[in-house]
């Protein structure tokens, strides 16, 4: 006896035989070997019984030349089932619509969350996500990752120190870190002002306090600019110390500058790939050539597709190839005593404060050793030499 | 004459090796299951089929199995399992 599951697969179908003597054909049927199920007699001329959908054709051979009548009730299993269901095929289409409504939802961006930040930054943050295409309603994988958002954010904005971009879903979480501004420090405590390193004084702006040098002196480290005493030797009054020192002080940088550079560059040639991806293959849909660049820089970015929660096993990939070109830089010797000088320039002005000014500079020895040039410079700058010293008082 | 013959081969043969008689004797072999099923092996097809009454033809003579709602569950050529409710089941000699 055959399976009924199999049965079901292949598809069974209802058949209803009038004529006289239906045994007579059930006996023919039995002989050529077909298997039939479920024969009920619904009344005296005709009979019901159930065959295999695969065997219909012994049925048709069966009835052909004979005076018995056959009709088929209804059919059941795999084949009727599909034709059915191509039928109702509205209703594959709505699922199918469904299903990808859904999957086109989980792959957007849904929200932008920023932590931590004051109105201003935040709105900042927001125009500047924005500029970059970062909104709400974006589908995700033609965003830049969590990272490069990252970096372009710290890049552009200034003010601040950190942003963590995390995509959660399909919303970004941004902690911002701010930049603390300096606050102006208030030393209500009495003082003295003392120098910070040796110097000629050439300007004094003093608030509060006794000055004890005068414009064009000669001061070392830690000496004693304006006093916190003041008043009368008998009655000494104790205050605090304010003003600014201008003086000239002095450094020295050692610089060197190679005289020829290679450097690597993007020329701008770029070709991107992109892949489908799944189960360790990927499919290329886009970009289908590779390109021959001598030298080139590759970036892969792969991301997961998203159904609602889930990570699905498939992906979207994007491989960019970068062109890069070596570039030589030469130069002579005087441009590189040129660049060397607005480097050391510019290291400079990074560690001095905000008030000082470079007022001259001077090269006191260069050679040239290796292709590299060397140079000593002295550097004269007028800055504030003043800082605070508090008074302990008690004695 | 040869027929007899024929049969008392058989029957000795069934006899001295001990062998169920179906096998060698084209017997009917018939199973119930109280009233609900009966199960014939070895029939040789269907002669008349009603709600209350199923003649299969046998090698020799007809089997008659008369009930009610009676239905045929499976029908293959050597084998019939007949659903419903059983009250006779009778053989018919010629």
């Known amino acids: 006896m055959k399976n009924p599951w199999t049965n079901l697969m ?3 179908v209802k058949v209803k035989a009038n004529g006289k003597g239906t045994e007579r054909l059930l006996n023919k049927l039995m002989k050529a070997n077909v298997h039939i199920w479920d024969v009920k007699r619904k009344d005296a001329e ?5 065959i295999d959908y695969s065997e219909v054709f012994k049925l048709r051979q069966a009835v052909r030349k004979s005076e018995y009548k056959v009709s088929f009730i209804s059919g059941s299993g795999g ?15 709505g699922l199918l619509a469904f299903l990808l409504c859904i999957f086109i939802l989980s792959n957007m961006v849904w929200g932008i969350k920023i932590y ?12 500047e996500l924005d500029s970059i295409g970062v909104k709400v309603g974006k589908i995700q994988f033609f965003l830049d990752s969590p990272e490069t958002i990252q970096r372009k954010l710290t890049e552009s904005i200034g003010r601040l120190t950190y942003v963590g971009v995390d995509l959660k879903g399909t919303i970004y979480h941004l902690k911002v870190v701010e930049k603390k501004q300096p606050e102006e420090v208030i030393r209500t405590g009495p003082q003295h002002l003392v120098a910070k390193k040796k110097a000629i004084i050439t300007d004094m702006l003093v608030e509060k306090g006794q000055a004890k040098v005068n414009v064009h002196d000669y001061v070392t480290k830690g000496q004693l600019l304006v006093s916190g005493i ?4 008998e009655k000494p009054e104790v205050v605090s110390a304010t003003g600014k020192i201008m003086g000239e002080t002095w450094y020295k940088a050692t610089v060197k500058m190679p005289l020829k550079t290679r450097f690597s560059v993007y020329n701008g040639d770029e070709y991107s790939n992109y892949y489908l991806t799944g189960g360790g293959f990927s499919l290329p849909v886009w970009g289908f050539s590779n390109p021959t660049y001598k030298q080139f820089e590759e970036e892969t970015v792969s991301r997961p597709f998203h159904f609602l929660q889930w990570e699905l096993p498939i992906g979207f990939k994007t491989k960019t190839q970068r062109s890069k070109e070596i570039i030589v830089r030469e130069y002579t010797k005087e441009q590189a005593v040129v660049q060397a000088k ?3 320039k510019s290291d400079l002005e990074k560690i001095l404060g905000e008030d000082a000014s470079i007022v001259g500079e001077k090269i006191l020895h260069e050679r040239i050793e290796n292709g590299k040039i060397i140079l000593s410079i002295h550097f004269q700058v007028i800055e504030n030499i003043a800082t605070g010293l508090p008074i302990i008082q008690g004695d | 004459m040869t027929r007899t013959w024929r049969q008392r081969f058989k029957q000795l043969v069934v006899r001295t090796m001990d062998l169920p008689q179906d096998v060698i004797m084209d017997l009917p072999r018939i199973t119930m299951i109280g009233q609900l099923h009966i199960y ?4 040789r097809g269907l002669l008349a089929f009603s709600e209350t009454e199923v003649r299969l033809m046998l090698k020799h003579g007809q089997l008659l199995i008369s009930g009610s709602a009676l239905v045929i ?3 293959l050529p050597e084998e019939i399992l007949i659903e419903g409710k059983i009250d006779k089941v009778l053989f018919i000699n010629e």
Do not use: Q
């Open chain 1, 46 to 50: 005709s009979i019901i019984f159930t």
């Open chain 1, 342 to 344: 607005m480097m050391a």
């Open chain 1, 116 to 127: 931590e930040a004051d109105p201003a930054t935040e709105h900042e943050i927001r125009k």
């Open chain 1, 79 to 93: 084949p009727f089932f599909l034709k059915r269901l191509k039928k109702n095929s509205g209703f594959i289409v």
């Open chain 2, 73 to 75: 569950k499976t029908i």
């Open chain 1, 230 to 233: 003041i008043g009368r030797e």
């Open chain 2, 40 to 43: 014939i092996e070895n029939h």
């Open chain 1, 10 to 12: 292949t598809g069974v």
